[in-house]
């Protein structure tokens, strides 16, 4: 392996040798007899300089993408090794029908010296506070992501000056820069990328191919701005070309204006229109554009198709009934899926109805543990908040099927107990079914929507009728994809002391960690310490979901797992129900006052998994707290292992 890492630097030396070597900056000491007759003889060595200088990046370009691949590949397989066999049953596929025994067993750690693991924890600590702390002023951006970032722009800056004695009179080198990077742009947008080998989802890169999709966009605006200039002087011919490249810089233009995370939000599917034809667009465009950017294209091409094609592996058709729950969030249960996942993985859903409806997928993160045996017969949960136009039109097909003539009844004795209740919907959600009282026909087998009076605040408020006898909900198609993500190859179950943190949708996560953790404990699990910390506004929410863990809490102290479980809930209420041995705080958490008395009773060293999800703030505030501790405590525990599932990416 040395060897073949020695030979393939001494290769990038070589050509990097030749680059320079022909073509040298000229000497403004030296003044040519004859200047005139020395610009054609100036022109010819910079376009062979040039041409050297594009072999060198396609060649570059190749190789990375090879070395990447390679790299993933020996180190996965590294991983799976390691882990056992078994461990590769969960992540890939997702399977219908409980395995044949048990085949998800607990995780196996190799013990390292306590010196070892001392300084591993050092280190990891130095790690955490200089690179995954969020940049001020600057969301979602952590140092380490700043630092990434800014050796990129330092590459692309060095290879647009290299052996380019006059960048403005060169613009072709800014077009083959972009061009460079388009394999990389769509190397770190694949849903099915060789680097997941590594442990880390699409997600987890996602800043990556944001951040060279701007620098394909800034060296395309440079390239065409100064090829316009030599446009307008009468240097260029190829009309061809101009125009075909106008088109591609004007795409791009506008996925990048659409790609900005403020517009991005409010303007989401005009983004994913506009990003599918940016694609198509820049694929033709640079094939037609000029013959030496089509292995670019092509190379670009073949990843998209490869990860095109394994998401069709991962795509299934399913039958998912939905709920509405407290807090403005619809429960979803798909009992045709079993296992094939683990803690952290999250699914792509579509919902069949509209044309639109089927092409978009939305990612939502599992909130279940997978069925371990035959035995078991786990179905895959998700609890979607009702926040935008698709989880809001989500939440109004659970609480009424009006309008919607793709849903239909779970039971056709529905109201035969005569429970019913009448349920409040939002006004956002109400503005999402129009003219539901002139079609009381469709409604009529799961319930009612009607006018009530005009409340104390003088608005409108919708009555829905539904049945509570019958907690079914209603059943919709829906295709899954997946899964996706995960926390990696060192997950939560390898430590003995484990911290997880959530706000808001991000009890997903919550739940379906400490699922996993109280069934592995049934098997001999590692884990037998967990802080368990959930923020949320409203008491209704966290009622629910605190029923959801008191069964947890009550199982886990049979098998040896302490779950120390607190809430955080913003809002107050005035006669709050306890919630078993969950501990409830009327306020937000201090999450560095926790995390270190959590830390005062770690014992062995062998360190301690923190996972946390949530929204941003949230998650810079767990980044802070972790980075805050000395690392004298770092060293005495063996370092902290974290994990980041930030919403809103």
Known sequence: MSCRCRGIMWY?????????????????????????????????????????????????????????????????????????????????????????????????????????????????QIYGFTFLQNVPLISNFTFGQLTLSSFFVGLVVILAVLSNPAPTQNPRRFGYLAAANIPFLVLFSMKNSPLALLGKGYEKLNFIHRFIGFVVIACSLIHGGLMTSFMSQGKISNTRAFYSGCFMGFMLLLVGITAIPAIRRRIYKIFYLVHVLGYLSLFAGGIYHEKAL??????????????????????????????????????????GIKTGWKAGHHVRLRVLGSFWQGLQAHPFTIASAPSRSGSETNSLILYVKAVGSFTTMLYAKAVTVDGFSD??????????????????????????????????????????????????????????????????????????????????????????DVIICAGGSGISFLVAVVSELVSLAKVGGITKRALVIFTVRDWEVAKYFGNILARDIEESSTYGLSLDVRFFVTVKVETPIPLGDIKI?????????????????VVGGQGVGLGACGPPGLMAQVRSSVAMIDLKTAKRVGGINMHFEELGW
């Open 585 to 601: 705080r009327w306020q937000r958490p201090s999450l560095d006052i926790l995390v270190k008395e959590f830390l005062m009773d």
């Open 294 to 335: 089509r292995p670019y294209m092509i190379s670009a091409i073949s990843l998209h198709l490869l990860s095109s094609g394994w998401q069709v592996l991962k795509w299934k058709m399913y039958t998912a009934t939905l709920t509405p729950l407290p807090g403005k969030i619809t429960r979803v249960e798909i009992n």
């Open 12 to 124: 990038f030396g070589l050509l990097a040798q030749v680059a320079f070597s022909q073509h040298q900056a000229p000497d403004p000491s030296e003044k040519p007899e004859n200047a005139e007759a020395s610009a054609p003889l100036r022109i010819a060595k910079m376009l062979e300089g040039q041409a050297i200088v594009n072999r060198w990046l396609a060649s570059l370009n190749y190789h990375v993408l090879g070395l990447c691949v390679i790299l993933c590949l020996i180190i996965g397989v590294i991983l799976m090794i390691r882990r056992g066999a078994r461990a590769f049953h969960f992540g890939w596929f997702l399977y219908g029908k409980p395995p044949r025994g048990q085949v998800f067993q607990p995780a196996h750690v190799s013990q390292h010296p306590k010196s070892w693991q001392a300084e591993l924890g050092a280190v990891r």
């Open 407 to 496: 849903i239909r009844p779970v039971s056709q004795s529905r109201f035969s107990n005569g429970s019913q209740k009448l349920v409040q919907l939002p006004s956002d959600i109400c503005s999402s079914i129009t003219n539901s009282e002139n079609k009381s026909s469709s409604v009529g087998s799961i319930g009612t929507l009607q006018n009530s009076d005009k409340n104390h605040h003088g608005t409108i408020s919708r009555m829905a009728t539904l049945d509570i006898g019958l907690p079914d909900g209603v059943e919709v198609n829906v295709h899954v994809e997946g899964p996706y993500g995960g926390i990696g190859w060192h997950g939560l179950d390898e430590f003995r």
